[in-house]
């Protein structure tokens, strides 16, 4: 494992982020489902091109062994239970795996911190389900809470209390964070690092960052295969333009 060094910016492959994969009418004021075949239509579209869809973690991995170049990460935040019936068999179908960021305080509950509809999120025995299929899970804090100004008590609650909770569900070291409505700042990534994290995602493509804060694409309900071709082209040219 390579030393992680805040502030060194890290150049990786594009990572999609996606919430809910649901067939749902339901209102989603959010912005946070997508359709289960809208979903396959981005994996067919990544097998055309060649790509695989990998966790963030084995995205990482790959990088270090310079093998990431036909990888894309794939993350699906909050830990919906729609996860379990409607891409982990997707993602089994394309040979792809992923990333869940759940939020262990929340863990059985409902998306409470929104306004708006409620969507169900994992339980524990869901949780170790989705790690069991091959996927990997990863932190979203322990209330889906803004990070960016947050005292230390806070952030060590947060983050590192979220570790704590999921590695005792899972028995298994828990690598990965990512902060909710990508709010953070200097004192939250060095806090992500403290406590034993080895790499953290931020939400937005648009700042190439340090291994605790790695950038993604958000991919919105309506987008077409097509938006995601797009997107991939779009941070392979950022990547090149900071480089
Ligand atoms: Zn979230």
Known sequence: MTAA????????PPVLMYHSISPSAEPDPHRLRVHPSRLERHLRLLRRLGLRGVSLGELLQARERGTAARLVGLTFDDGYTDFLDHAVP????????????????????????DEGPRFGLMTADQVRAVAASG???????MTHARLAGADPATLAEEIGGSRQVLQDVLQEEVAG????????????????????????????DYVPGDRFTLPRCYVSPRDTAAHVAVRLGR?????????
């Open 5 to 12: 060094v805040r502030g060194t910016r890290v150049s990786i």
């Open 90 to 113: 997707l993602l089994r179908q394309y040979g792809m795996t992923g990333t869940v960021y759940v939020v262990a305080g929340r863990i059985g509950g409902h998306n409470e911190w």
């Open 135 to 141: 996927l990997e899970i990863g932190s979203h804090t």
């Open 177 to 204: 964070f990512c902060y909710p409505y990508g709010s953070y700042d200097d004192a939250a990534a060095d806090a992500v690092q403290a406590a034993g994290y080895d790499h953290a995602c931020v939400t937005g």
């Open 235 to 243: 941070h392979h040219v950022r990547q090149r333009l900071s480089g």
